[in-house]
Structure formats: C-alpha cells, structure tokens
C-alpha cells in the first residue's frame, strides 16, 4: 500500500499540475467569453482570473517541463512499475462493471481511453529510448492523454456512486446531474485523446527539421 502510495505520488504529480492547469486555463477562458466583451472588462472579475490562472502553468515547473518529467523520468521508474499499477487499476474496474448496462457509457468510454493510453505508452517505450527527441515531441500530448484517461476513471467512480444511490431510491437530483455531466464529460471531452494519440505517435522528424538558425 506505502509503495503504491509512492508510486502514484510520483506518477501523478505532472498529471495534475500539468493536465489540470493547461485544463483550468481553458475553464477561466470560458468563463471568461460567456461574459461577451464585458467578460474582457473590469466589470467582472473574469478578467482578473483569467491573468491569476495563467500563472500556474509557469510556476512550480512549467507545463512543458511536467511533462518532460513525466516521459523521461516517472514512466520509466522502477521498470514502469507505476504506470503497470494504473493500468492495472483501470482494467480491473472495467472487468468488474462491464456488465452493468447503466454504466457502459463510462466502462465503455474508460477502456477506449485506456488502451489509447497503453498504445501511447508502448510507441514511447519503443522510440523515446532510441530518440530522446521523440520522447521530448511526444511528452506534452502524452500528459494530456494521461489527464484525459485519470479524469475518465474519475467520472467512472463518481458515476458508480451516483447510480448506486438512484438504485437505493435516493431522488436527490444531484446524482443524475452528476451522471448527465459525466457522460457529456465521455461523449465530448474524452474523444480528445485520439488527436493527442495521432499527435504524439508522429514523431519528432518535422519538430526538429528547422535548422537553429531559422529562428
Ligand atoms: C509569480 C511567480 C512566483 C514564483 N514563485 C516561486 C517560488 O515561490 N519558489 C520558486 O522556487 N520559484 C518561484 N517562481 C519561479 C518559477 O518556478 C519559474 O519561473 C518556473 O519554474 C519556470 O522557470 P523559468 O522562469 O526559469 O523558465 P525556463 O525554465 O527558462 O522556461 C522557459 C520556457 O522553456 C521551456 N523549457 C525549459 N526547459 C526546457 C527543456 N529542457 N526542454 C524543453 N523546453 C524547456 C519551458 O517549458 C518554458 O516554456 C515563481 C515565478 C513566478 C512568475
């Protein structure tokens, strides 16, 4: 338990300050827009959360260097053991509550995303070593793909909870709010991790082909 514990601190970490504040700033972006040009004013604070955000993408290491340490260091720790424990996590989750109907736009939604994540893992595991810059290409679309398969098991535990409790007779509307959020969450966030999966498998041929001295 400590050494999963530790494993999952250290895989995490980039995962969540990376992932969750480039995330952030797009929320506060949003909140931001819905305002139309007085969201841009000084009439509401937006304007003012929008400046206070964007500051936690540079702090405590950038985004870009959470990223690196994700791929270069805490994939790799330990023979990948960390890694190896989470998907092992998210596969059991799914063996277990693949049956329940009233789950499968999660179960089926967190699988997709899993296996996305594990081609992700192994296309690093077989290029990043014999070129470190497709390991450096790859890191920032691979985090995101990390934080959209963490959310999706989190959305997937949130939703056993939630029907357990419709099941139980519980008519609080809280529960199919959450249920309804989540499977807008599946349906039109989590498609996003094809697109970083296309992106990172490319390569770091074309972001590395201009010569130094074009820039
Ligand atoms: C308001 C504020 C408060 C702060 N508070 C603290 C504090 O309390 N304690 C503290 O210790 N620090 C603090 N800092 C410093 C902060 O941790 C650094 O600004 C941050 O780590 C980024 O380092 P840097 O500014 O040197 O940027 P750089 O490291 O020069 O980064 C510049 C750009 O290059 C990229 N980059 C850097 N290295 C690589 C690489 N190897 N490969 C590819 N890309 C790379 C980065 O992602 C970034 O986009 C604060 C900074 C600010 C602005």
Request: with cysteine; net charge neutral.
């Amino acid at each position: 338990m400590r050494q999963k514990g530790n494993d999952y601190m250290a895989l995490m970490t980039p995962v969540v300050k990376g992932f969750l504040t480039d995330k952030g700033l797009k929320v506060c972006s949003d909140a931001l827009q819905i305002h139309g040009g007085s969201g841009f004013t000084e009439h509401f604070p937006a304007s003012q959360y929008m400046r206070d955000v964007r500051i936690a993408l540079i702090y405590e290491g950038t985004n870009g260097v959470q990223a690196l340490d994700l791929v270069g260091r805490k994939l790799a720790a330990n023979g990948g053991r960390a890694v190896m424990g989470f998907f092992g996590e998210l596969d059991a989750f799914v063996a277990a509550n693949q049956d329940d109907a009233a789950l499968k736009p999660f179960t089926e939604g967190l699988a997709d995303a899993k296996a996305k994540l594990q081609e992700g893992t192994m296309w690093l595991m077989q290029n990043g070593l014999a070129n470190p810059d497709n390991a450096g290409a790859a890191s920032t679309d691979y985090m995101h793909l990390f934080g959209l398969t963490a959310l999706a098991y989190m959305w997937c535990l949130i939703a056993k909870t939630c029907q357990a409790k419709i099941a139980a007779g519980d008519t609080d509307p809280f529960y199919a709010t959450k249920l309804t959020i989540g499977r807008y969450y599946m349906q039109r966030i989590l498609p996003d991790t094809t697109g970083h999966l296309a992106k990172l498998t490319s390569g770091s041929e074309l972001m590395m082909a201009l010569p130094v001295e074009a820039f």
